[in-house]
């Protein structure tokens, strides 16, 4: 079995910055792409950010310049640091990733999601 469990988020001021983390454990032989998603209130979940396991990267338009993803290959972790947060960047973050068990099909995982609230 496989879990990705999330820390971080919060509620922070427009400018702020929060961090999120999210680690990967169970039975895991590699990890392809691991990123963000996030989903606000009536909205669908959208594609934040994403990093593959050969470091390349894809942002959102919304996220450029703003956010940085760092991945831990060693560590099955990935974290996300987001700074100059905006009101419109509310919304629940969802870690996922993209696993190779020892056996059986690449699968994805979700971590459980963590409310980023920006607001004064």
């Known amino acids: 079995q496989v879990q990705l469990v999330e820390s971080g988020g919060g509620l922070v001021q427009p400018g702020g910055s929060l961090r999120l983390s999210c680690a990967a454990s169970?039975?895991?032989?590699?990890?392809?792409?691991m990123g963000w998603y996030r989903q606000a209130p009536g909205k669908e979940r959208e594609l934040v950010v994403r990093?593959?396991?050969?470091?390349?990267?894809y942002y959102a338009d919304s996220a450029k310049g703003r956010f940085t993803i760092s991945r831990d290959n060693a560590k099955n972790t990935v974290s996300l640091q987001m700074n100059s947060l905006k009101p419109e960047d509310t919304a629940v973050y969802y870690c996922?990733?993209?696993?190779?068990?020892?056996?059986?099909?690449?699968?994805?995982?979700w971590g459980q999601g963590t409310q980023v609230t920006v607001s004064s």
């Open positions: 996922y990733a993209v696993i190779m068990p020892y056996s059986g099909p690449d699968r994805v995982y």
């Open positions: 169970g039975s895991i032989f590699s990890i392809n792409a």
């Open positions: 990093v593959t396991n050969g470091g390349n990267t």
